[in-house]
């Protein structure tokens, strides 16, 4: 394998993106293995448990070592800086960490015969500003949805932090962050709402239910211009569609009710 992709623990309510991302690498001819939830967890969940959280990281690190894969494509930015931050620096690896859009990106020639079918539309792109001192993301997805035909790219007034999920423990932050993205997708007459991580994607596809807009992420928008299925179960379920059983039972009851339940039960944003 040309390396690993590193979709990590939370990524697992959008199996799509996951698929979808390794077909676009295989598409661009890199041989990858995907790799994520609890066996290969970051351990940022068990922070407040030193020794739990130092365990699971090295135990992710062992992991990665054996596979000899010379590169580890991460997803979550959360996990990307665990690696550079504490968990490369205490268990000695035999492979370099990029994120997934610094792959990508950097075949995005061999990407753009592959986009021939054209998405029109007027996208504004959902930025933050802390992972990209690290990686510029945001640069380089609006690279890449700039390879699609009949798209128009319009950047959003980048947000604090890396991702959504941080605005959680703030009352009322969440919201007026969304209402301000509608306020300025609004201003510039854009139509999709492009997400670039999960927790972004997450917490914006139920905006669908009270607006006029669509919601979808960098990935959904390359696999549409080249043809692919692309639908999004998690923004079905999200906007008032029935889970099947069988994706319940994939997660676990327990799992499921405790974490994925509670999710689909929010309010939209009105």
Not at 15 to 41: D, K, P, Q
Not at 98 to 116: D, F, G, Q, S, Y
Not at 239 to 258: H, W
């Amino acid at each position: 394998m040309d390396l690993t992709f590193w979709f990590g623990c939370n990524m697992t309510r959008h199996g799509e993106i996951v698929r979808l991302t390794m077909r676009l690498l295989e598409a661009v001819g890199i041989s990858a293995e995907a790799s994520g939830g609890t066996a290969t967890c970051c351990g940022s969940p068990k922070e407040p448990n030193a020794t739990t959280n130092a365990g699971m990281a090295a135990r992710t690190v062992a992991a990665f070592n054996s596979r000899a894969t010379p590169q580890v494509a991460t997803w979550c930015p959360s996990c990307h800086m665990n690696m550079q931050d504490f968990m490369a620096p205490a268990t000695p690896t035999n492979f370099e960490t990029l994120h997934i859009t610094e792959v990508l990106h950097a075949k995005r020639n061999l990407l753009r015969p592959l986009l021939t079918h054209a998405v029109p539309s007027r996208v504004l792109l959902h930025r933050h500003i802390g992972f990209d001192g690290r990686v510029p993301v945001n640069r380089m997805v609006a690279d890449l949805l700039a390879l699609i035909p009949g798209i128009t790219v319009l950047e959003q007034a980048p947000l604090p932090g890396h991702m959504c999920f941080g605005f959680q423990s703030i009352p009322g932050a969440l919201a007026k962050a969304q209402r301000e993205t509608l306020d300025e997708m609004a201003a510039v007459q854009a139509d999709t709402l492009c997400t670039i991580f999960h927790s972004c994607h997450r917490e914006g596809v139920n905006l669908e239910r009270n607006h006029p807009i669509q919601v979808k992420n960098w990935v959904h928008l390359l696999a549409e211009a080249a043809g692919w299925d692309h639908h999004d179960d998690y923004k079905t379920w999200r906007n008032g569609g029935a889970v099947p059983e069988a994706a319940q039972q994939a997660a676990g009851d327990a799992v499921f009710e405790k974490l994925v339940a509670p999710e689909l039960a929010k309010a939209p944003l009105a």
